[in-house]
């Protein structure tokens, strides 16, 4: 079975911590890629990134850095000294190789508070 | 990044009324595109495929009378919710993978928020 969790619904920080969003995947297929989407207030739906499950080397994009470990199975998502703007509900999701269908966490409601 | 636009953004009709919500990805071509829904405070759903040129796939539980997909060209495609009743009411989101391939990046509209009296 094919299965993203996010264990965090809601979490809430103040302005310039640091925060972790935490996502474990499960699948049996050996090829597969995982997203971070990010869905502000307003609704649509924010790609942040994308990784080949071959590929598992970490990735910085300005504050945010992504940790990929298939030993555990985990794709965490790090955001460095929030911001307000930050304040959104991200979703952790994975393809399989062999499918079409983007499967969803649950999703992780961030609030950053000034 | 590719762009992918909804409209409208939102719509208030009353109950037995049909609504059309068309999909475009703005800047690439896309033989398939998603349709989602997504209930307050929870995750997105698959609701079907749309495929250029040939008939969607709808995944288990949603009825195809219901919500009729037309995939009309390679940047087009719409949903038609038929005889909306009140528990139709959500938020209806497309996506399109930007490449063509069934792994590709999928990029989101900005969604539509639909009402039903």
């Known amino acids: 079975a094919q299965k993203v969790t996010q264990v965090q619904t809601e979490i809430s920080v103040v302005e310039k911590e640091d925060v972790t969003l935490d996502c474990v995947y499960e699948t049996r297929d050996t090829t597969y890629y995982l997203f971070w989407y990010k869905q502000p207030p307003s609704g649509e739906l924010v790609f942040l990134i994308r990784r080949n499950s071959f590929d598992e080397q970490n990735e910085i994009s300005g504050r945010y850095s992504w940790n990929f470990q298939k030993s555990t199975s985990s794709f965490n998502f790090t955001i460095t000294a929030s911001q307000v703007v930050d304040s959104a509900v991200y979703f952790c999701a994975l393809i399989r190789g062999s499918s079409y269908k983007l499967i969803f966490g649950s999703g992780t409601r961030l609030l950053v508070r000034p | 990044g590719a762009v992918v636009s909804q409209h409208p953004s939102w719509v208030i009709c009353k109950s037995g009324t049909s609504v059309k919500i068309e999909c475009r990805s703005l800047?690439?071509?896309?033989?398939?595109m998603f349709w989602y829904r997504q209930f307050p405070k929870q995750s997105l759903m698959l609701m079907a495929t749309s495929n250029e040129g040939s008939k969607a796939t709808y995944e288990q539980g949603v009825e195809k009378d219901k919500f009729l997909i037309n995939h009309a060209s390679l940047t087009l495609s719409t949903l038609t919710v038929t005889s909306a009743h009140p528990e139709d009411s959500s938020f209806y989101i497309c996506?399109?993978?930007?490449?063509?391939?069934?792994?590709?990046?999928?990029?989101f509209g900005p969604g539509t928020r639909l009402t039903v009296l």
């Open positions: 800047d690439f071509q896309a033989t398939t």
């Open positions: 996506s399109a993978p930007n490449g063509g391939g069934h792994t590709d990046t999928q990029y």
